[in-house]
């Protein structure tokens, strides 16, 4: 291990043309987050001095996704001219000690592991590089070794010998090396070659050449290293994280009859004996308790549900809670600061936003709850609307344990519905209903008798 300040550099200023794309490369998202963000969580890990990200195109975009990470160890450093990456790796050299410990990593390699990271740092040698067994070594760096194994240099594809070409451990992009030493190779680079560009890998063979250490670490799980240079290469690096955080839960207990139909876009955690069934994506932070099962097609954002609770097919959860086990849908929308307790059930074609059922409510069919307290066994019969809504304010609607609310009833709030009340069917109810008493509001029936229906003219 070694005792310097750890300072890394993220090479970020590529366009990537061939994504055919507005965004930078580095922002394009896999499992809904930016790769370079993917690649920052892996890194951070390390617990760096100072991360300086070296931004090019795009930079105002890159810069803004960097800040809204709010983590003052994260500085940009622009390259204005893309003349390679040792020129781009220079840009940094400046703002970093001469006693520190460098780490240069690619801001297109997302699925690199913290532990690969980790373990790639403990190499001491003067320069050290990442490597890997490449199936299809094409467009890489090849790693050079003399005789005895020992690593003399990197050639890069379109400088590459025939011989060269046809080895296969190959240059992940990421290297290590000590400030002071990395300093003078990268002083005394040329971009005499084929691209014209100023290689950072050329760094291995002056290093070779000073007689100093070459370390090379070949990562054995060749999917750490991927990047993407087009929109396909993107697809197959989502879906490999996805396959990863699956496999994830799978291991930790989680059952999935079709794995490959569910995405995993945010951070979940599962109690025991989860199930989560096919077409679920799963984004933001969301929280599964025990034996929680997560219907057909249901989208689950920022939602912590509690043991026991069962989602239907087909329903949206959006900054959604469920405190004791309960049952929702088939379609139905929870939306933020929604919040049921055991027992409540929510049914098919049901929508809520901030608001709270009490224990064992019900809302079984075509209601909208907003701005809502909802007692403990109330019950909203069919097309139950809370109206919290006056075009300019929202207002709130409470009621209370127990109240029985008759099918399409329209509660225009601010309103308040006393436990134990009963409002009548079709009512429009303003003010207050108040407790232990039966509400009607709306026009009597009145029947005509004799009454001849209309006829149409000829
Ligand atoms: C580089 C390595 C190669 C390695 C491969 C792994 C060099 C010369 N070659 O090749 O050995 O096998 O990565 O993927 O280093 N960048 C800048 N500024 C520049 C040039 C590049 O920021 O002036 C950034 C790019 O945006 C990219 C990264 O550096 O994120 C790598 O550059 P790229 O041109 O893709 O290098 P490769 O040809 O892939
Ligand atoms: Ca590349």
């Known amino acids: 291990m070694t005792e310097k300040p750890l300072h890394l550099v993220v090479l970020a200023a590529g366009e990537g043309k061939r994504m055919n794309s507005g ?4 922002l394009q998202p896999i499992a809904g987050k930016p790769m370079l963000a993917h690649l920052l969580d892996a890194a951070l890990e390390l617990s760096p001095a100072r991360v300086h990200v070296v931004v090019g195109h795009g930079a105002d975009q890159v810069s803004a996704m960097l800040a809204s990470l709010a983590d003052d160890r994260i500085v940009t450093v622009t390259q204005r001219e893309r003349l390679g990456t040792g020129h781009a790796v220079l840009q940094a050299m400046g703002e970093i000690p001469e006693s520190a410990r460098v780490m240069v990593l690619p801001g297109d390699m997302p699925l690199v592991r913290p532990e ?6 403990t190499l001491a040698a003067p320069l050290a590089v990442l490597s890997f067994q490449a199936p299809d070594p094409h467009g890489y760096g090849r790693i050079l070794r003399d005789p005895d194994g020992r690593v003399v240099g990197i050639r890069e594809q379109r400088d590459a010998s025939e011989a060269e ?3 296969t451990e190959v240059n992940s992009g990421v290297l290590a090396a000590d400030a002071d030493r990395l300093n003078d190779w990268l002083d005394r680079l040329d971009n005499d070659n084929s691209q014209g560009e100023y290689y950072l890998t050329d760094c291995i063979g002056l290093a070779a050449g000073d007689g100093a250490a070459v370390e090379a670490m070949c990562c054995n799980d060749p999917e750490e290293t991927l990047g993407a240079n087009n929109m396909r290469q993107l697809a197959d690096l989502d879906r ?4 990863r955080r699956r496999n994830a839960l799978m291991d930790a207990g989680v059952r999935m009859p079709d794995p490959d139909s569910v995405q995993v876009r945010g951070r979940v955690s599962a109690g025991r004996d989860v199930v989560i069934e096919p077409g679920a994506v799963l984004e933001g932070d969301v929280s599964l308790g025990d034996g929680v099962i997560v219907g057909v097609g249901c989208t689950l954002r920022e939602a912590r549900l509690a043991a026991g609770t069962r989602l239907e097919p087909y329903c949206v959860l959006d900054g959604a809670e469920t405190t004791g086990a309960c049952t929702v849908g088939p379609f139905a929308r929870l939306r933020p600061g929604t919040v049921l307790a055991a027992g409540v059930r929510i049914g098919n074609f049901v929508e809520t936003k901030n608001a709270v059922f009490g224990e064992g409510a ?7 709850a907003g701005d809502a307290e909802i007692g403990a066994h109330a019950n909203l019969g069919a097309g139950t609307i809370t109206c919290n809504y006056d075009g300019a304010n929202k207002h709130r609607t409470i009621i209370g344990e127990d109240a029985f609310i008759g099918s399409n009833s329209a ?3 601010p309103v308040v519905i006393g436990d134990r009340a009963t409002v009548g069917a079709g009512s429009v109810v303003t003010g207050e209903a108040p407790a232990d008493a039966l509400t009607v509001a709306r026009a009597r029936a009145r029947s005509i008798p004799g009454w001849k229906r209309p006829v149409k003219k000829n």
């Open 23 to 26: 965004l930078p490369k580095v």
């Open 362 to 368: 019900k809302a079984n069919h075509l209601s909208y």
């Open 240 to 243: 490999a994280l996805q396959r």
């Open 165 to 167: 070409a046809r080895i």
């Open 411 to 413: 509660l225009v709030a």
């Open 116 to 121: 690969t990271l980790v373990e790639f740092s």
